[in-house]
């Protein structure tokens, strides 16, 4: 049996090898986060389910705008149809999305915790219009 502590290692490693994958070739912080913005570009299905401050949204949009300080974003529909952006380390996608582990490598890279706690165990999103 696999204890915890080590499963989270575990998990920090293979994050830590996606992360290695995806900026091989980048060097620098803006071409990584270009490298990261083409890898979310390509692992996320859009529109694709997910929850911004616990609430259902569908991500429409991934982008960089050149910004090393604002980083990745996501335009992000609501289900009232109301469009926004946000940063990529506010978004949660389900565990079971393509996109998640490769947003979990992207907030490690930024040094934030690569998984955040779960505060919407009742809400489902829904797939946007």
Known sequence: MTSRKT???TDLRALDRLIEECTVDAYG?????????QVLEDSIDLPADAFVIGEPVSVIGIDYDGNERRGLTA?????????YVVAIPE??????AAG?????????WLGLVPYPA???AKKQPRRGR
């Open 75 to 83: 335009r992000c529909r609501r289900e009232d149809g109301a469009e």
């Open 100 to 108: 998640a582990p490769y947003v979990a490598a992207y907030r490690r």
């Open 29 to 37: 912080e803006e071409e990584q986060l270009w490298a990261f913005r």
């Open 7 to 9: 499963e989270g290692k």
């Open 91 to 96: 978004i949660e996608f389900p565990l079971s």
């Open 118 to 120: 779960k505060k919407h």
